[in-house]
């Protein structure tokens, strides 16, 4: 049985890739998969953007939100590790 986490998993992935592909057909170009790990500028630039953002990391019914599960995929727990990331690894 899948658990209502799993099923919202596979909704924003389908989201995602929905996403994904209109932007393809849009420009012509592909989007760059997620960095996970490392300190690639994508992954610092992710962090720093997100790490500003406002907004609950858990809807009204406690389940995480859009923002929670980006933070996720891209290997972070919170806004905070986020933001710490982006502080020790953005180019002054």
Request: aromatic content about 8%; proline content about 2%; charged content about 35%.
């Amino acid at each position: 049985m899948n658990s209502p986490l799993n099923i919202k998993e596979k909704a924003y992935e389908k989201q995602n890739r929905k996403m994904r592909s209109d932007y393809t057909k849009e420009t012509g170009k592909k989007l760059g998969s997620r960095q996970t790990s490392g300190t690639g500028k994508r992954r610092v630039s992710f962090a720093c953007r997100f790490a500003g953002m406002k907004g609950a990391m858990k809807s009204a019914n406690g389940e995480p939100t859009r923002k929670a599960m980006a933070l996720k995929k891209w290997g972070f727990g919170s806004v905070e590790a986020a933001r710490n990331f982006c502080n020790k690894h953005k180019e002054k």
